[in-house]
């Protein structure tokens, strides 16, 4: 982890932690891309896997990761998209975390979920 990357929050470290049941050793800010007020990180996994990890700032941007979690359910399966691979949702203002992992130019990318405030 760089000094300038600390990581998101402790309690956003436990609930990406949850989501993908096995907590990351390193994190990374994705500076670019993004459409919505959520932080975005590449966390690193024990076992050296990556995976992406969004986190909601605002019940809005909570809302829409809500969504985007119900759509990814709704297509499972479609080649075109990542695999969600975990969700935390406290049922308030909090999910968010995505964790995604690319395997390749063409490969599905992994998710999850986490936080707003």
């Known amino acids: 982890m760089h000094a300038e990357d600390p990581g998101p929050p402790p309690e956003d470290v436990e ?3 949850r989501a993908l049941k096995a907590e ?4 990374r800010a994705v500076e670019r891309g993004g459409q919505t007020a959520a932080s975005r990180w590449i966390a690193t996994l024990p076992d050296g896997a990556t995976r ?3 986190i909601a700032f605002t019940l809005d941007t ?3 990761i809500r969504d985007e ?8 399966g479609l080649a075109f998209l990542p695999a969600m691979i975990g969700w935390d949702d406290d049922g308030e203002c909090s999910p968010g975390t995505s964790p995604r992992t690319r395997r390749g130019p063409r490969s ?3 998710r999850t979920s986490g936080r707003c405030s």
């Open 15 to 17: 609930r990406a932690t």
């Open 24 to 27: 990351p050793v390193a994190w």
């Open 52 to 54: 992406f990890v969004k």
């Open 62 to 64: 909570a809302a829409w």
């Open 69 to 76: 979690h119900l759509f990814y359910l709704q297509h499972k």
């Open 108 to 110: 599905p990318r992994r």
